[in-house]
C-alpha cells in the first residue's frame, strides 16, 4: 500500500512538471523515470545475471539500509553514474525513494547508497554492477584506557582479553532504565517490570523510560557491552529506581532490592550481584536492607559517591558488608572534576577507572559517550566480580573482596593527593582482573586491614573496628598520630570479635586496625592474659598464635618492650598492662615470626612477609621510643614512632599460610623458628 502511494505521490508530481516544462527542459534523471513509469510491466526489462550481494560475518556491527555499490573493473565514470540514476528510477517505480550519498572513482568504480533493503534485488541486476556490500561499523583497535588499566597481560597489547567473560553470573542493576536494542548490549540485558521513581524535578511532562538519559545504558554497557564491557558474558537484569533525571528515592531504592529479593526466591540465580551506582544521605535502613541481602548471598557492590566527601557519610556506600567504590582518573589519582570527585575515607574498599569512560549512549543504538563518576568505578568492580565468581561461583561477598583486593595492584595512588584526615584510612588499591594463568586455590588464605573511624580526644576515648559477615579477625592492632595510644583490647560481641582501640592520657584520638581474613579454615579462639603483666598465650598445642595485642588499663602510652619471640605461641606484657593472644586450629595452618629493627634517624620501620606468606599480625617493639603504632598495609607491617639519639623500634609481622600438600607434614611453628 505504502508502494502505491508513493508511486502515485510521484507520477502527479511529474505530470505537474510536464504541465509547466517543454518536452527539451526534462532533466535525463526525470526522462528516465518518466519512461520507467510509462514502460508497460507486461514488458520486463531484460537483465543478465544478478550481481553478488556480501554482508558483514558481525551481526552486531552491521548497517541495514547502507549499500556500497561496486561497479565491474573497466567502468567508465558516466556508467556509474547512470547506473546510480538508474537504480533510483527503477526504485520510484517501485514507490521507493533511494539516496546517492557518496561517489568511488579511485580505488574502485561504485557509489554509496542509502535504500530499503526491498530496493536491492533490483540494485544487483543492474548493469556494470559487480557485486554489492552492505556497509558496517569498524573500529579503533587501541583499547579504551580503562579496560587496559585493568589487565594484568599487559603484553598483549591491543586486545582485552579477561580469564572469562563472566557468563555464569546474574547482574541486578539499580538505575535508570535501559535501552535495550543498543548494540552494545542487545540480548545481555533484561529490563524487569518494576520501576519505583520520584517524578521529575521542574518539568510538565515527565519523560516515559524509553526517553531517559544514558546513565543506565552506559553502566550497563561497562559492566557487559560487546566492546566496551569488562564481563562481556554476564546477564544483566534492569531495576529502575532512578527517574530521567537520575533522581530517585530511599523508599524506591528499598523496594528495589525487595523485587529482587523476591525474584530471587522465584527464579534463583547464584552466582549473583546487584550493582547499586548511585547514593544518598546516610540510611541505616537502606543500609540495614544491604546487609540482610548480603548475609542471604549476594554480592552488593556501590558507588562511593561524587562529593569529595568521606564515603562513611553517604548510603549505600557506609554499609560495610556492602563494596565499595571510589574512582580514579587516568593519572591513577583520585577522580577530581571541579567542585566534584570521589569520595574516600575508611569506607571505600577500592578504587577504578572513572574518568571518561566510553560506553553505550542511548541516543541512539549504535551511538557512544563517555560519563566520568563513582558509578562507572562501580561497574568495573562488578565486571572483574562477575569474573571471579565465574571462577569460583561459590564465593561469599567477603571472599569476593579479599580476591578483589589479591589481585590489585597497591600503592599507585599518590598520598599527597587524598585529604589529610583519610590518608591512612584510605586504600591505596586499584583494582585489576586476575593474570591468565591464575588457579584459584580454595585454602589461599587472604586478609585485609580495617581502620575505624579515630576516636574522640578524651582519655580512654575508643573506636572500634569489625570484619564482615564471613571474615575471622586473627589481629588487632592501633594507631594514634601523636603517639598517645592506650593500645587495644579484643573483645566479643553477638559472636563477633571487635578490635577496641583506646586513646590514653593526653592523647589526640586514635584508629583500631582490625586484620581479618578469609580461606583460614581454622578454628579461632582469643586468649586474654589472666591478670595484668601476664601473658596470653595459646593453650593448646595445635593452635597457631596470628596476632598479639596490648592494653594498658592506666591509660598510660603503650610501648611494648618485650620480644614476642621470647616465649612461643604467646603474648608477653609488661607491668600493668593486658595482653590478648588470638590463637588458630588447623591442620595445615602454620605460621611464624619475623621481626626488623629501625635503621638511623629514620621514624618507620617496615617488614613484609615473604611470597605465599599472609600477613595476619603487626605489632611494634619499642627502643626507648614512643611508638605511634602498628598498622598492616598489604602484607607489609609499618611502625611508626619518634626518633631521636640511640632510640628506635623494631616492627613485628605475623605471617600465616596454609601449608602446601607437596611440603612435609610437620608443621612449621614459632618454637621451631630462630629469633630474627
Not at 557491552?225 to 569488562?230: A, E, I, L, N, P
Not at 614476642?564 to 598492662?577: D, N, Q, S
Not at 619499642?622 to 614512632?641: E, L
Request: glycine share 8%.
Amino acid at each position: 500500500m505504502k508502494g502505491i502511494v508513493v508511486m502515485c505521490c510521484i507520477s502527479f508530481l511529474l505530470c505537474l512538471v510536464a504541465m509547466v516544462k517543454g518536452d527539451e527542459d526534462y532533466t535525463e534523471d526525470e526522462e528516465m523515470i518518466l519512461s520507467l513509469i510509462r514502460q508497460d510491466d507486461s514488458q520486463p526489462e531484460a537483465e543478465g545475471p544478478s550481481a553478488q550481494f556480501y554482508r558483514c560475518t558481525k551481526d552486531a556491527w552491521r548497517m541495514p539500509g547502507q549499500y556500497i555499490v561496486v561497479m565491474r573493473k573497466g567502468t567508465h565514470v558516466n556508467q556509474v553514474e547512470r547506473t546510480a540514476r538508474r537504480l533510483r528510477a527503477k526504485a520510484a517505480k517501485r514507490g521507493y525513494l533511494i539516496d546517492i550519498t557518496l561517489t568511488y572513482s579511485e580505488a574502485f568504480k561504485g557509489f554509496l547508497v542509502k535504500m530499503s533493503s526491498d530496493v536491492l534485488h533490483m540494485a544487483v541486476k543492474l548493469p556494470h554492477v559487480e557485486y554489492i556490500e552492505e556497509d558496517s561499523s569498524i573500529f579503533a583497535q587501541s583499547i579504551p584506557w580503562n579496560l587496559e588499566r585493568i589487565l594484568q597481560n599487559k603484553h598483549k597489547t591491543g586486545k582485552y582479553s579477561p580469564p572469562n567473560d563472566g557468563a555464569q553470573v546474574g547482574v541486578f542493576l539499580m538505575d535508570t532504565s535501559v535501552h535495550v536494542n543498543h548494540r552494545e548490549i542487545e540480548d545481555r540485558v533484561m529490563v524487569t517490570d518494576f520501576s519505583s521513581v520520584p517524578e521529575e524535578d521542574g518539568v510538565r511532562v515527565h519523560r516515559e523510560a524509553s526517553q531517559c538519559d544514558s546513565h543506565g545504558t552506559h553502566i550497563a554497557g561497562v559492566v557487559s557491552g560487546r566492546d566496551s564491557g569488562v564481563a562481556r558474558g554476564a546477564s544483566v537484569n534492569s531495576v529502575r529506581v532512578l527517574n530521567c533525571q537520575g533522581k530517585g528515592t530511599v523508599s524506591g531504592a528499598l523496594a528495589g532490592l525487595e523485587y529482587i529479593q523476591s525474584s530471587l526466591m522465584a527464579q534463583p540465580i547464584s552466582p549473583v550481584i546487584v550493582l547499586l551506582p548511585f547514593a544518598g544521605g546516610f540510611s541505616r535502613t537502606l543500609n540495614t536492607a544491604c546487609r540482610k541481602m548480603v548475609e542471604s548471598g549476594a554480592v552488593l557492590i556501590a558507588a562511593a559517591g561524587n562529593y569529595k566527601d568521606d564515603a562513611c557519610l553517604y548510603s549505600p556506600a557506609s554499609e560495610p558488608e556492602v563494596i565499595t567504590v571510589g574512582a580514579i582518573n587516568f593519572g591513577d589519582q583520585p577522580l577530581s572534576t571541579g567542585t566534584t570527585g570521589t569520595n574516600v575515607g575508611r569506607c571505600v574498599d577500592v578504587f577504578a577507572p572513572g574518568d571518561d569512560i566510553i560506553s553505550a549512549s542511548s541516543d541512539c543504538p549504535t551511538c557512544f559517550t563517555t560519563k566520568s563518576g563513582t558509578s562507572q568505578a562501580a561497574a568495573h568492580v562488578t565486571g572483574i566480580a562477575a569474573v571471579l565468581l565465574n571462577l569460583s561461583p561459590n564465593s561469599s561477598s567477603a571472599e569476593v573482596l579479599q580476591q578483589l583486593l589479591y589481585h590489585s595492584v597497591k600503592k599507585i595512588i599518590s598520598p599527597d593527593s587524598l585529604p589529610q584526615t583519610h590518608r591512612f584510612t584510605t586504600p591505596n588499591v586499584v583494582v585489576a582482573l586476575p593474570d591468565l594463568t591464575f588457579k584459584l586455590t580454595v585454602d589461599e588464605l587472604l586478609c585485609r586491614s580495617v581502620w575505624s573511624e579515630m576516636s574522640g580526644a578524651a582519655g580512654f576515648a575508643t573506636a572500634m573496628a569489625r570484619c564482615r559477615h564471613g571474615e575471622e579477625m586473627l589481629g588487632c592492632s592501633s594507631y594514634s598520630i601523636k603517639g598517645g595510644r592506650a593500645g587495644e583490647r579484643v573483645e566479643e560481641r553477638d559472636g563477633k570479635k571487635e578490635c577496641v582501640a583506646v586513646n590514653g592520657n593526653g592523647g589526640q584520638g586514635v584508629y583500631a586496625v582490625a586484620r581479618c581474613c578469609t580461606g583460614h579454615k581454622a578454628q579461632c579462639q582469643m586468649t586474654e592474659s589472666p591478670q595484668k603483666g601476664a601473658q596470653a598465650e595459646c593453650l593448646n598445642t595445635d593452635h597457631q598464635l596470628t596476632g598479639c595485642s596490648f592494653f594498658s588499663s592506666s591509660g598510660d602510652k603503650l610501648n611494648l618492650d618485650r620480644s614476642l619471640h621470647a616465649i612461643p605461641r604467646a603474648c608477653p606484657a609488661r607491668r600493668g598492662v593486658i595482653s590478648y593472644a588470638f590463637c588458630c586450629s588447623a591442620p595445615s595452618l602454620e605460621c611464624h615470626l619475623k621481626e626488623h629493627d629501625s635503621v638511623g634517624l629514620s621514624e618507620q620501620v617496615e617488614v613484609s612477609c615473604d611470597d605465599s606468606w599472609t600477613l595476619t599480625g603487626c605489632q611494634a617493639l619499642s627502643h626507648g621510643s614512643v611508638i605511634y603504632g602498628a598498622y598492616a598495609v598489604g602484607n607489609t607491617c609499618v611502625v611508626t614512632y619518634t626518633a631521636g639519639g640511640d632510640r628506635g623500634a623494631a616492627a613485628i609481622v605475623t605471617c600465616c599460610r596454609h601449608r602446601p600438600f607437596q611440603q612435609p607434614d610437620d608443621i612449621t611453628t614459632t618454637e621451631d623458628l630462630p629469633d630474627v
